[in-house]
């Protein structure tokens, strides 16, 4: 038998019901307003202030942050367009950038001068110093194969840095010869092609950097003969001179300098006259693909 509801019981619900909906719907969220939204509202708010009318202010809104820019007949007006603007619904702080009539207005802090760019020259002979990231042996390595290294050191050209430390370059193995048995000797022969520089965008671009090749002969089989290198200075090269059939070794983060064999333009940033430069562009560099051209863009150091 199915139990009875007593009219109390019943009564009761519906009080209880009609009490909790009004809570729930006041207990909701009011939506947050646009930006748009809230320079409008804003802008009819001033507008409608008796004491701000026929006065010439313009509002607008990011994120919440209200900028009010504009002329006022006084500072009582300038502080009232404040209070009224930071009561709208919505509106985070207020930015007042408004200039009193008569007065001179003052350049705000956060209005930067105009950047300005300056094509500069990389001659040619310049040195680039870099460390590899990878091991590279004669033993292995097969002509063309690419490695890749980082500049260890500012270059700099008609006073401004041109590379920044830490900027990723591309190279190519031009000749390899692993140690023989009997007759030779081994041979590495190593050039850089490209560097990516940074933009102001956070990305790179790729550009060609053409250098003089550097050379190392190991030690002729057989022979005994001293091992001559050339360009590389025995930087990061390994391996026995009196030992014939040796192959040569440039460990991982060995450090070499290459030279410049063209001339490479280079765009860089200025602000009143001071440099804006980019931190390095995290990734490896690439071979630049056509139609790109050998200019890049650094940002100067603030």
Known sequence: MRPSLSLHSIVTGLCVLSLSLPFTAASQTPAVPSDAQIAATVGATLGNEQALKNQNIKAASSHGVVTLSGTVNSEAAKVLASIEAGQVNGVKSVLNNLVISGTTPVASPTHESATT???????????????????????????????????????????????????????????????????????????????????????????????????????????????????????????????????????????????????????????????????????????????QTASASLSPVS
Do not use: C, W
């Open 117 to 291: 760019e300056k094509i500069v020259t990389l001659p040619t002979e310049t040195q680039v110093p870099i460390r590899i990231t990878k091991t590279i042996t004669s033993e292995t390595a097969k002509e063309g194969d690419h490695f890749y290294g980082l500049v260890t050191n500012n270059v700099f050209a008609q006073g401004v840095i041109v590379i920044p430390a830490g900027t990723s370059v591309l190279g190519r193995v031009v000749e390899a010869r692993s140690a023989p048995k009997f007759l030779g000797f081994p041979l590495l022969t190593i050039e850089l092609q490209a560097i990516q520089l940074p933009k102001q965008d956070g990305t790179g671009i790729n550009l060609p950097l053409h250098t003089a090749t550097l050379t190392s002969r190991g030690t002729a089989a057989r022979q005994g003969a001293t091992p001559g290198i050339d360009g590389m200075g025995g930087l990061g090269v390994t391996g026995p001179s009196n030992r014939p059939g040796v192959n040569i070794v440039l460990r991982e983060a060995s450090q070499i300098r290459f030279k410049t064999s063209t001339a490479l333009s280079i765009t860089v940033f200025m602000k009143n006259a001071i440099q804006l430069t980019l931190p390095p562009t995290p990734g490896p560099a690439e071979l630049p693909t056509p139609p």
